[in-house]
């Protein structure tokens, strides 16, 4: 009796049945998530090859047994299965297959029948060895993919805890230098008072104390704007978008940054005439942007002026401007200013300016988040333009 015919005829039935018995069995878990072909995957193929080893006419096609058996490993392995759980896939792929060729086994001879099923033990079993072999090398590579991944992790880890480390160095060392004036100052003005109590009203004494009052607000300052950088980093930093009238804004903004012009000599233009009228945007953080571009402006400008602008960039967007005649930035230097705490300053009369090396890094992160860009345009010894595009609605309530 040739049991081969019966398995060909009945082999898409073969199938469909322990496809349906793999997904009801409840200790199969990992084909709750899969689709029919992605069940079946290669066992079509180890059944046909099956077909042609109990055939006594064909020539037995083992060589797909095996590649066969490989790929199914290879791929219950991207699947995630157990390896408990493909023994039982095999086991109900042997029963469904005797299953269908119990009318033929009982009606063969006692050595037909133990052909046969000896055939069939074989293949299956040597199906279930090569699966096996291929199912252990994909967890291998895959554990080596995770341990290699894990390591990259680590060494990042090690890479912002460090940076961390560094800020935090860099950030204490920032502050210390106003602390120590302050209580230097402080100490010198209670010595003072102590020792001459005329001094009181005397020029020094009040320039003592705007000493103290000058390193106090850079220390203010220099912390709000570590709390600024701090809570980007951590997500932490929600926009809230209202209907904001340009111009009042610029306005504000210049009255407050109009004395730091005018102590330096500065002309500060403003050229806002194409300007839209209103935007929806977040008005603190916008405050902020203009703030600090104009402080900057101001800081490493020793004579000339500062030209403000703003107009339309498209029916979607407009842009904001700020451009200085002072010192000018390095080529070099212009990848590296939006990093928190950079300071490319050499020249003599602006080392010791009370810049924090946050502002522009702030800026940045601000016009990132309200999904704006930012352009630098600067030549050394020939001033500088910050470029700020922003969309003309932002949408409502944007979580970092």
Not at 47 to 72: F, G, N, P, R, Y
Not at 95 to 107: A, G, K
Not at 284 to 311: H, P
Not at 325 to 341: H, K, L, R, W
């Amino acid at each position: 009796m040739d049991f081969s015919q019966t398995l060909s005829l009945k082999s898409n039935a073969i199938v469909e049945q322990w496809v349906k018995a793999v997904y009801q069995d409840e200790q199969i878990e990992a084909t709750n998530e899969l689709t029919f072909k992605a069940v079946q995957n290669s066992l079509p193929r180890v059944l046909k090859a099956l077909v042609t080893i109990l055939s006594e006419s064909a020539t037995s096609d083992l060589q797909t047994v095996v590649d066969a058996s490989l790929e199914h490993g290879t791929l219950r392995a991207e699947q995630g299965f157990e390896p408990a759980e493909i023994a039982r896939e095999y086991r109900l792929f042997r029963l469904v297959i005797f299953s269908y060729l119990e009318e033929d086994l009982l009606n063969a001879s006692p050595q037909e029948v133990l052909r046969a099923v000896r055939l069939i033990d074989m293949i299956i079993d040597e199906a279930i060895a090569r699966c096996f072999h291929s199912y252990t090398q994909g967890r291998i590579q895959e554990f080596k993919q995770l341990q290699s991944q894990s390591r990259l992790t680590n060494q990042e880890l090690t890479r912002l805890v460090r940076a961390g480390k560094e800020g935090l160095s860099h950030l204490a060392h920032e502050l210390k230098t106003p602390l120590t004036s302050i209580i230097g100052y402080a100490d010198l003005f209670l010595r003072q008072q102590r020792q001459q109590p005329e001094l009181k009203d005397s020029y020094t004494n009040l320039e003592n104390i705007e000493r103290v009052l000058k390193n106090g607000r850079l220390l203010v300052r220099l912390i709000n704007d570590t709390l600024e950088i701090s809570r980007y980093d951590t997500g932490q930093m929600i926009l809230q978008p209202t209907l904001t009238d340009v111009h009042d804004l610029i306005n504000l903004v210049i009255e407050m940054i109009e004395p730091l012009a005018h102590a330096k000599e500065l002309s500060l233009v403003v050229d806002c005439d194409r300007a839209p009228k209103q935007v929806t945007t977040d008005p603190l953080r916008l405050q902020q942007i203009v703030t600090n571009l104009l402080s900057n402006a101001i800081r490493y400008t020793q004579t000339g002026s500062i030209l403000l602008k703003c107009w339309m960039e498209s029916q979607q967007q407009w842009a904001i401007s700020v451009t200085d005649s002072g010192i000018g930035i390095s080529p070099e230097a212009q990848t590296q200013i939006f990093n928190p705490y950079f300071r490319a300053v050499t020249y003599p009369q602006v080392q010791n300016t009370d810049g924090t090396g946050l502002g522009l890094a702030i800026v940045s992160q601000f016009v990132q988040l309200m999904h704006g860009e930012i352009k630098v345009n600067s030549q050394l010894g020939k001033g500088s333009t910050f470029t700020v595009i922003l969309p003309s609605e932002l949408s409502a309530q944007i979580e970092y």
